[in-house]
């Protein structure tokens, strides 16, 4: 049974940091492409960052220069480091894996079969 466990999430001040993780089980992580999600309040979930199983990076121009997606494959862990955060960076955020995804569509969510259940950031002073 393939599950994927975020945490790291929590309540931090705008300008602070958090790293998200993501481990795997079930599956072989450096099987699979992987990549985080974030769902505002009211809002749709939308891609944020991706790495394949070659370690090619894309992030989302919202977040370009202040995250930084990683992988340790020895752990089966996937990691979101997340700097200079912003009220608008709020949000619940999965980490998805898929064996292969449409390098133009790496960032929508019906590339990927597997998801975790999410963990919570919140940026507020």
């Known amino acids: 049974q393939v599950q994927l466990v975020e945490s790291g999430g929590g309540l931090v001040q705008p300008g602070g940091s958090l790293r998200l993780s993501c481990v795997a089980s079930?599956?072989?992580?450096?099987?699979?492409?992987i990549a985080w999600f974030r769902q505002a309040p009211g809002k749709e979930r939308e891609g944020v960052s991706y790495i394949s199983n070659k370690e090619a990076t894309y992030y989302a121009a919202s977040v370009r220069g202040r995250f930084a997606i990683s992988r340790d494959n020895a752990k089966n862990t996937v990691y979101l480091q997340m700097s200079s955060l912003e009220p608008e960076d709020t949000a619940e955020y999965y980490c998805?894996?898929?064996?292969?995804?449409?390098?133009?569509?790496?960032?929508?969510?019906?590339?990927?079969?597997?998801w975790g259940l999410g963990t919570p950031v919140t940026v507020s002073s």
């Open positions: 079930g599956l072989s992580l450096d099987d699979y492409d």
């Open positions: 998805a894996a898929s064996a292969w995804v449409y390098i133009n569509r790496r960032l929508h969510m019906d590339q990927y079969a597997f």
